[in-house]
């Protein structure tokens, strides 16, 4: 048997799929199961056990053929060989997770005999008529893995105890563990000792999810006072100076992270105390690897897109528009409003709840400006 299991993007979107995997992988152990991605997450499937094949779909070259007009011709012939590729891979199933016109296109091209997918109502772009057959499906909003695991539960496979995994390499562990080394943290050091890592930055599409870099820099403030853990702030290509503006708007210690690549900031977020982001992929990936996670949302939707784990929340304020997809928002009120203690506060519970203590009282930070770069 074959499986094809579509989605395509974005990092914390592949994450969220991964206990799918998981579930399929069980239910058909000798299935040849395979992966349509593209290319920014392909290495989070890099190393999946589960997993046999990975495809990757070449949106950048298509894209860039697209772009001048007299590349045209290479861009269709790009397209007619990925898709003729997938026909001949002779799939018997076909799942696709994602829902978009571009996504079911991919699965009708396959000519697998069973194509699964969102019904009316959850896919976009009119997807569903792609499909063989799709479930039925609450109306209102649900989660990301919650969804994924419903299609895969349409398919009469169970999906209890839906966990899912990412692999750390050698090399990443101990570039990060010497990092911390110059930190004077090190794997004996105890949990106090672990880092408290923010990473405030997005994607540029995603701007408008960010929380502000002042109010970060506060909630650092507060849970460096409140846990005593050092503060380590991320980044992901293009943020530095985004981590930059928190560490000077911080009143206490805190470390610039060195580049990382997807890998080494994993191996980072398995070794911190808490982990504090917005909604993106890095947050999605602390979850899955099970740390203390406070997950920062503003316009998003906190149902469809809220982390999963046993040692993870959400801080959210709601306010009259939000949620939203307002990706030209100037006033960002729902993050604007979202008050940095409640942050700390509830960086402080989870760190209590996987510790197996109490949750200690917020307290005010004070010190002087002090900044170190990793």
């Not at 050091?189 to 999810?209: D, H, N």
Request: net charge positive.
């Amino acid at each position: 048997m074959k499986i094809l299991m579509i989605r395509l993007s974005a990092m914390g979107d592949v994450v969220r799929t991964l206990p799918a995997l998981t579930c399929l992988r069980r239910a058909w152990p000798q299935a040849h199961i395979a992966w349509a991605v593209e290319e920014p997450s392909r290495d989070l499937l890099r190393d999946q056990s589960d997993l046999d094949e990975t495809i990757v779909f070449p949106r950048k070259t298509i894209s860039r053929l697209l772009a001048h007009p007299d590349e045209l011709a290479g861009a269709r012939a790009a397209l007619s060989a990925f898709g003729r590729s997938l026909k001949e891979s002779r799939f018997d199933l076909v799942i696709d997770f994602q829902g978009t016109f571009k996504s079911g296109l991919m699965s009708r091209l396959t000519r697998a005999p069973r194509r699964v997918g969102l019904p009316r109502g959850h896919a976009r772009e009119m997807a569903y008529l792609f499909y063989t057959e799709t479930p039925q499906l609450p109306s209102g909003p649900m989660s990301r893995v919650d969804r994924a695991l419903a299609l895969v539960a349409h398919l009469g496979v169970s999906v209890e105890n839906a966990v899912s995994s990412i692999p750390e390499h050698a090399a990443d562990a101990d570039y990060v563990d010497t990092f911390l080394a110059g930190l004077g943290i090190t794997r004996h050091s105890g949990r106090k000792s672990q880092p408290a890592v923010v990473f405030p930055g997005t994607s540029r599409a995603q701007a408008y999810k960010r929380y502000p870099p002042r109010h970060f820099a506060r909630a650092a403030d507060l849970v460096a006072r409140q846990t005593g853990s050092p503060v380590v702030v991320a980044w992901g290509p293009g943020e530095e100076e985004i981590a930059e503006e928190v560490i000077s708007s911080m009143t206490t210690p805190a470390t610039l992270a060195p580049p990382l690549t997807l890998g080494q900031l994993t191996a980072l977020i398995r070794r911190s105390r808490v982990f504090l982001a917005g909604d993106t992929g890095p947050m999605h990936l602390a979850w899955t690897v099970g740390t203390p996670l406070v997950a920062i949302y503003g316009p998003t939707n906190p149902v469809v897109n809220q982390p999963g784990g046993t040692c993870s929340t959400v801080a959210y304020r709601k306010v009259f528009c939000s949620p939203c997809r307002n990706r030209g928002c100037i006033a960002r009120t729902c993050l604007e409003h979202l008050p940095p203690e409640q942050v700390a506060s509830a960086a402080s519970a989870v760190i209590a709840k996987a510790e197996g203590g109490n949750h200690p009282p917020l307290v005010e930070a004070i010190g002087s400006s002090h900044r170190h770069r990793g």
